[in-house]
């Protein structure tokens, strides 16, 4: 291959002119006659074994040129791309110019990855959020675990009030016919929840065990039921039971049911010691939230939106491997949402947008600081993701190239630069 000449013929896209030389199209020609030979007749040769130069004598010189060239393009490309220093996103254009047994010369329109600018990501102030364990947080954990371990006691020496679980039978009627889908027996339905129609559940306030009644509600006007809405109703109620929920009293016994500890004070601080690891991960997490938006509005440079569609189909695939994981795939996750591929790229597109801009920010950033892992940073992340994926490390270099996993490490290693040099409040 020889790279003839580039040519910008306009922002993030450069012409090239590619030469192949007679050794690599010669190849490529005979490849391209073992793969074809077997479907070719001529008449005098059984099907498949008639030599290369006959074919050529009956259908032309020329009969493998156009498949041996399809075969020398990626190759060709990827080594003037390489020799020009440049990253092609996407190629719109193929031409071929000259082409001839000594071999071929083409034209390939391509789209680069742009040469952004990123100014003053160095000391972008950040404010962190408190990580500070107070008692009502601490408070406020315990009462989960106190929901998590409630039981329902049935009350008999009252009426019903809200926050009540009562069970219920009910049957609706609309000027004196029941409706379809509204009736239920020992229905289980917790008062002042809102899952009924307004003043459904109000209406059951007051009412005791085994008492029978009638209310009347109105249906919202957006009511899913074309038939029912806006419309004035009835309802039978049979209330059978009312219930509570009973939280346990915090002591001693409640800790050695829920916890390895034994007292309520040993329980209390192993509760703040998990505060602060969450408190402290989500306020991290934050922190590098901050930076990202930070450093994505100074990012200078028109970006080429193919590189936005690109990502936003890398990230279609990844959500169609995950889901495939649990058992399900793109297709059917679309059918019952209700959604198609351009509707599920449109959703993915902003954080695509995101990503790519975030990338060559910090593929910058490496570069002005001069960011270049070394082999042990490379060794040593070779050797975590084999034992993330639990595969041999040699595996884990055959499946990603030491160039890209060194891009990887160095856009880590600008981020952490970053945040080490953020003035953080």
Do not use: W
Request: with cysteine.
């Amino acid at each position: 291959m020889k790279l003839v000449s580039t040519n910008k013929t306009e922002t993030n896209t450069i012409e090239l002119t590619i030469a192949v030389e007679k050794e690599a199209f010669e190849a490529a020609i005979a490849k391209t006659y073992k793969k074809q030979v077997k479907n070719i007749n001529v008449p005098g040769f059984r099907k498949g074994k008639a030599p290369r130069n006959i074919i050529e004598k009956m259908y032309g010189a020329d009969v493998f040129y156009d498949d041996a060239m399809q075969e020398c393009y990626p190759v060709a490309l990827d080594e003037a791309a390489t020799e020009a220093d440049l990253k092609v996103v996407a190629v719109t254009n193929v031409e071929v110019e000259e082409v001839n047994a000594d071999g071929f010369t083409f034209k390939a329109t391509c789209i680069v990855e742009p040469e952004i600018e990123i100014k003053d990501y160095k000391g972008i102030e950040i404010e962190k959020k408190s990580t500070e364990v107070t008692d009502e947080l601490v408070n406020e954990e315990i009462d989960r675990v106190r929901e998590r371990n409630s039981r329902m006691v049935t009350v008999e020496d009252r009426a019903a009030q809200m926050g009540d679980t009562t069970v219920i039978d009910f049957e609706g009627f609309v000027d004196g016919v029941a409706f379809e889908g509204g009736k239920a027996e020992n229905f289980n339905l917790e008062l002042g929840s809102g899952n009924f129609i307004p003043g459904f559940e109000e209406q059951i306030v007051g009412h005791n065990t085994d008492e029978e009644f009638t209310i009347d509600v109105t249906f919202p006007e957006e009511y899913h039921s074309e038939e029912l809405k806006g419309k004035a109703s009835q309802f039978k109620i049979k209330l059978h039971e009312i219930k509570v929920k009973e939280l346990p009293e915090v002591d001693d016994e409640f800790v050695k049911d829920v916890s390895e500890k034994d007292t309520l004070d040993e329980y209390k601080e192993e509760v703040k010691e998990n505060i602060a690891k969450r408190l402290e991960a989500e306020a991290e997490k934050d922190v590098d939230d901050q930076l990202v938006e930070k450093l994505l509005e100074k990012v200078e440079g028109e970006i080429p939106e193919v590189m936005f569609e690109n990502e936003a189909n890398n990230m279609l695939r990844e959500m169609d491997m995950r889901l495939r994981s649990q058992g399900m795939d793109l297709n059917t996750y679309m059918q019952y949402t209700g959604m198609n591929p351009e509707s599920v790229r449109e959703m993915y597109l902003p954080e695509a947008q995101k990503r790519v801009k975030m990338r060559l920010a910090l593929e910058k950033i490496a570069k002005l600081e001069n960011i270049t892992p070394s082999e042990d940073d490379i060794t040593a992340e070779y050797n975590r993701l084999a034992e993330a994926y639990q595969m041999e490390a040699d595996k884990v270099k055959e499946a990603i190239p030491a160039d890209a996993l060194s891009q990887d490490l160095a856009v880590e290693m600008a981020m952490k630069l970053v945040k080490d040099n953020a003035k953080i409040k």
